[in-house]
């Protein structure tokens, strides 16, 4: 990690946990909380995936809303737009990883500029990050919007590079979400892949550049790194 000279992380699932939602869920609807995070996680993405892929760009905030009434629609369950309303706001309030603030104020004590870089519009992760009381971390927050496509395509990984300001090779690209960590290698940014779940890297013919379980044991590898250069 001797290049690395600034950090942009993916938000949902990296430094928030996108389960958190399951709690209003199961709030609306007892025993199904889990089952309709779950799912509603999974058409979230799918459906910005089909969507770039049939340049039909809409903002994210409208792909969470359709997901969820995709959701509710499979499980049979009744959903009036205002509980429809309810419950997609719950993505504005999603729960820091229990990781996420002490890693955060770590890096950037010792002077990393860090961004965000999400499929969320500004407007969606100012909100989630200023919520969650974080917004003292970022030196940028960083939205799709501006390119009109979703991750993993190409363009957002550019206008990464661009916004921090420095070649792809000193920034380090971290998510949890192992398609997004193929795209940014891809790209050619240095990854971090944070393995929360033990999981099994994707098959795409890049491998992360490191791989942690969690952003503390990101941070050690990244600070271990950073002494061990000073002290060269």
Known sequence: MKNIKSIVFDLYGTLYDVQSVSKLCEE????????????????????????SLMDR????????EDALRYTCAHFELKLDETLHRRLSDAYLHLQPHRDTPAALQRLRDAGFPLGIISNGSIATISQVVENSKLGWAFDDLISVESVQVFKPHSSVYALAETRMGLPRENVLFVSSNAWDATAAAHFGFPVCWVNRRNSVFEEMGVRPTYTAPNLETMTDMLLEQQVALGAA
């Open 57 to 64: 760009y809409v903002n994210f905030e409208k792909t969470t």
């Open 28 to 51: 609306v609807y007892p025993t199904m909380g889990d089952a309709i995070a779950i799912l509603w996680r999974q058409k979230q993405l799918e459906y910005t995936w089909l969507r």
